[in-house]
């Protein structure tokens, strides 16, 4: 945590016209989200001495050693945040299918997550995880903590106090707390914890949604999931598609995927996401310079979060070469906006592409071992597609950026004309371009592996220089 800097204020509409009853239901709801106020003669001051690794995101085990479910564990999947609604039901079945407009016989995995979805009781879905894959999997339930919960609540309030000078008085008497909205509330523990994981190649987790959105994570305990194969075209017109050739783009210097590696890498990043909620919840990381707590900023933050961890999500439901490419841009250009800040330099589009900057400020970052080395593989086989389509690599990263804002329309450089963007578009048609979203993916785990050097500590950079 910072030093004293870490005081900050709490805006003066939220604590305007508060009653010593009212009070004390403030100081109430901020011990639940592990924040505490001390009196500067308004009680305006708040101070996080309530957080402690592991208590705003958690995984529980639902099986035991033997591979048999643990009836607390299971018994806590009928608990949560009311029912999935038959719209959201839909949604998650059709995130489920690789090609939701293509209506294929189901899959193991969509007739899992249909039966957890369809019953309260999530044994049915259970018993056919046991009977699909007979021990191959393990299982754990991702949750946010109710002090996770309780810091959504309080950035909720200060938001709409900023905005609409709401008190805390007038939240209470209204008895109800500001409608969540993407800049603000949202939780999705699975989101912060398995992009990583399932937007790959080889998805080393399938992610299941219970009836009370509970949010389950299933772990190969060996190799990975499959996808089937799936060619896409290029948007040049004619020209083959993204995947030259999908098996060769994914050498590495492991002809399997190791034991164990699934599950423990879902350790780190729940270890990783409970940090990032950390600097993304406490008050003690967004202070403006006249010491009120900077709602703007962390809310520019967390949004950006959200969007750029969605990305992740969708690269992994929807692994068509044609357009993962371009989330892949879009998951990028997200982090590079994180990382822009006035006045000092943050990395460009052209430096996130670039495999050295990539090895140095992301594969460096990552545990030595097995994760390290197949990312560092996939750096390596991205700058050698990069090669085929120009002989000199700088060109070739600067071609890709234009294939990006010819599709994306940003960061355009206005004196390059469209032909020219479009020459670069075909210049990569040889090239395997979707490991632009293995290197987006790649540079988001490094974040929530890393929060406490790449995730946001107010508006300062993330990078410290090149």
């Not at 969540?180 to 399938?206: E, K, N």
């Not at 750029?308 to 906006?337: K, N």
Request: proline residues 6%; neutral net charge; hydrophobic residues 40%.
């Amino acid at each position: 945590m910072p030093g004293e800097r870490a005081r900050p204020r709490l805006p003066d509409a939220l604590v305007r016209r508060v009653h010593r009853a009212e009070l004390d239901q403030l100081r109430s709801a901020l011990r639940m989200a592990g924040l505490r106020m001390l009196n500067d003669g308004r009680w305006r001051v708040v101070v996080d001495d309530g957080y402690e690794a592991g208590s705003l995101i958690q995984i529980d085990s639902l099986q035991n050693k033997a591979g048999d479910y643990l009836p607390d564990a299971v018994a806590s999947l009928t608990t949560g945040e009311g029912l999935v609604s038959l719209q959201t039901a839909r949604q998650i079945l059709e995130a489920s299918s690789s090609r939701p407009q293509v209506t294929p016989p189901a899959t193991p995995l969509q007739e899992i997550q249909e039966a957890l979805l369809m019953e309260l009781d999530p044994m049915r879905g259970l018993a056919l995880i046991s009977e699909r894959y007979e021990g191959e999997l393990r299982l754990f339930r991702i949750r946010a903590t109710e002090m996770l919960y309780a810091r959504d609540a309080f950035w909720r309030s200060a938001t709409e106090s900023v905005e609409a000078g709401t008190s805390w008085g007038d939240l209470l008497r209204r008895q109800e707390l500001p409608p969540t909205d993407i800049a603000i509330g949202h939780i999705h523990p699975s989101r912060y914890v398995c992009g990583p994981l399932v937007a790959r190649h080889q998805p080393l987790a399938a992610v299941f949604t219970t009836a009370r959105f509970a949010a389950i994570a299933a772990v190969p305990n060996e190799g990975g999931f499959l996808r089937q194969g799936q060619w896409g075209v290029w948007p040049s017109g004619g020209a083959p598609s993204l995947a030259r050739d999908a098996t060769s783009v994914y050498r590495t210097r492991y002809r399997t995927v190791p034991s164990r590696l699934a599950s423990g890498l879902l350790a780190s990043l729940a270890k990783g996401a409970d940090h990032l909620m950390s600097r993304l919840s406490s008050p003690a990381f967004w202070i403006r310079e006249d010491r009120e707590i900077d709602v703007l900023e962390r809310n520019i933050a967390w949004s950006s979060l959200q969007f750029g961890l969605e990305c992740l999500e969708e690269i992994g439901a929807d692994w068509e070469p044609s357009r993962l490419v371009w989330t892949g841009f879009r998951a990028l250009t997200i982090l590079q906006g994180l990382w822009a800040v006035p006045d000092r330099w943050a990395p460009s589009l052209t430096d996130l592409l670039t495999p050295q900057f990539i090895r140095n400020h992301a594969i460096e970052l990552m545990p030595p071992g097995p994760i390290r080395d197949i990312e560092s593989d996939y750096v390596d086989n991205y700058e050698e597609e990069l090669r085929r389509s120009s002989r000199n690599l700088s060109e070739a990263i600067r071609d890709l950026v234009q294939v990006r804002n010819l599709v994306h329309g940003a960061g355009v450089d206005r004196r390059a004309s469209r032909e020219k963007r479009l020459a670069a578009l075909r210049s990569h048609s040889d090239t395997s371009l979707q490991l632009t979203a293995d290197i987006a993916r790649l540079w988001w785990t490094a974040v929530l592996l890393n929060p406490g050097q790449l995730a946001p500590p107010g508006p300062e950079r993330w990078i410290q220089g090149r």
